[in-house]
């Protein structure tokens, strides 16, 4: 099953299973708060081991692949080259990223507005996407770097199809064109 369609599922899961939660309860409150506190801690504590493990194994396999252009952005886009370590890094920063903002968006909307069941519903979301993050398989779970794993990663669409970077030779190639064309110039 797709991704995007397991979190779709989860979420509409959990939401069920919330309204029956007590929220009203201080007591069962806390436990909430409390297992939602503890699912951060152990997502940011994992993503900060895989931190620990890629700068460990070092791999400097350089990797070349082709950067799709944002239409949000005129300089997006290009050939990118990289190693497979730096690469590795700035995903599990990406991560990180997006951990750290669900936890201002948690606290923004839980401090603020008062919102219980979404505590529950993003403990379990987020230890849902610790398990599918790439560099997570990769690097902790010991899964070959191939496949769907093969860098640099591709998202993949709810539709089935995967967009991302572009890594055969072609479009390299052409790229590499575009950079030496730019610096003749």
Not at 38 to 55: D, P, R
Not at 69 to 83: E, F, N
Not at 162 to 180: L, R
Request: no cysteine; net charge positive.
């Amino acid at each position: 099953m797709n991704a995007g369609v397991q979190n779709i599922v989860i979420s509409l899961g959990a939401m069920q299973v919330a309204r029956r939660i007590p929220f009203d309860d201080p007591e069962v409150l806390n436990y909430v708060r409390f297992g939602y506190i503890t699912s951060q801690a152990i997502i940011l504590s994992v993503y900060f081991y895989i931190s620990y493990k890629i700068k460990q194994k070092n791999d400097q396999t350089v990797l070349k692949y082709v950067e799709p252009s944002s239409p949000m952005s005129a300089d997006s886009g290009g050939l990118v080259t990289t190693t497979v370590r730096d690469y590795d890094l700035s995903e599990v920063s990406k991560l990180l990223r997006g951990a750290y903002f669900g936890v201002a968006m948690m606290g923004f909307f839980h401090i603020y507005m008062k919102y219980t069941q979404p505590l529950f519903i993003q403990a379990l979301m987020g230890l849902k996407n610790l398990y599918d993050a790439k560099p997570v398989a990769i690097h902790l779970l010991g899964k070959k770097a191939e496949g769907d794993l093969k860098r640099p990663f591709t998202a993949a669409s709810m539709f089935g199809a995967a967009g991302g970077p572009q890594t055969d030779h072609a479009s390299i190639a052409e790229a590499e064109k575009k950079v030496g064309a730019k610096k003749e110039e």
